[in-house]
């Protein structure tokens, strides 16, 4: 049997709860990987991106309807595309960065907030219906959001415990989180006209060209990275990238979406634990009851859009 004929295999016979879960688990590697690579962030971000296109650009391009769906993408949904890379750059580069200046738990939690972003959003712009469970929902969250970014910093937390700088570090969080929501809201017609593989293909690219375009303003080397570092940028792009977010992307068409989003918030429980175990990098107790609060508060948000 062909590589290809493997995967179309696979897809079939997998049940889009199986895949949420190894999904799940994969990206809560993300941010171990991040930690343990020395790079700068806009480096980690860009070659993360790179080698996800390039391990899913020849599958795509091998399949005759995926070639053909590459030819048929129209100028709108092709801006939408750039707008929608775009706005997962700057999720990419705030999020890699914020993992430098806050804890794990921290960041992971913060930046897994955008479905509050979505609902705000779609509100805001696709003029769509915002009931009372899903505003408590929302003001649940942004409490616990609160009590991470600051309550730290006023108990007087020992930065090994916090981070650097944790209001920086989990303000770049809260951006990646918008920007993540950004992306969500400017691909999801896409991904209606669009196959799987080549709405990420084009997505990821553009992506890639815009933390190339920041990496290069910024001055940081392209090359001279030692083997440990292509290892972690590959392993990046296969796990958190390929098993994570392409799977998600392919569950979101076969499950609720309201069952995503849940379920992506075993993502801050798997990277702490993971972090607990492999980065010695225990959260403090603000930072519990505070993540906890957040995710109560999504999950509200979540269930409430489906009600």
Request: charged letters at 10%; one cysteine or more.
């Amino acid at each position: 049997m062909s590589t290809l004929a493997a995967i179309d295999a696979l897809e079939e016979r997998v049940p889009p709860l199986v895949g949420l879960a190894v999904a799940v688990v994969a990206v809560s590697t993300s941010a171990i990987l991040v930690e343990w690579s020395g790079a700068p962030s806009l480096v980690k971000a860009l070659y993360r991106v790179v080698f996800t296109v390039a391990l899913l650009l020849p599958v795509a391009l091998a399949r005759p309807s995926d070639r053909a769906a590459f030819g048929e993408i129209g100028g709108r949904d092709l801006l939408l595309a750039v707008l929608s890379g775009v706005a997962l750059a700057v999720h990419f580069a705030s999020w890699f960065e914020s993992l430098r200046w806050t804890s794990v738990a921290a960041s992971v939690t913060l930046v897994q907030a955008q479905p509050l972003f979505v609902v705000v959003g779609a509100w805001a712009l696709l003029d769509e219906r915002v009931g009372p469970r899903t505003v408590a929902g929302i003001a649940v969250a942004l409490a616990g959001m609160a009590v991470m970014s600051v309550g730290d910093a006023l108990l007087g937390a020992a930065p090994a415990v916090t981070g650097p700088d944790p209001l920086y570090g989990n303000a770049l969080a809260v951006l990646g989180a918008g920007a993540a929501a950004a992306y969500v809201l400017l691909g999801r017609s896409l991904r209606q006209r669009l196959p799987l593989l080549p709405y990420v293909v084009v997505v990821y690219t553009t992506c890639a060209l815009a933390l190339l375009a920041a990496t290069v303003v910024r001055g940081h080397p392209l090359l001279g990275y030692g083997t440990d570092e292509w290892i972690l940028f590959l392993a990046m792009a296969a796990g958190p990238g390929v098993f994570g977010h392409t799977v998600i992307n392919w569950a979101l068409a076969h499950v609720e979406s309201s069952v995503v989003s849940v379920s992506l918030l075993g993502e801050p429980v798997g990277s702490t634990i993971l972090a607990m175990v492999l980065l010695a990098e225990f959260p403090s107790l603000v930072t519990v009851v505070g993540g906890s609060v957040v995710l109560a508060g999504v999950i509200t948000t979540a269930r409430a859009r489906e009600a």
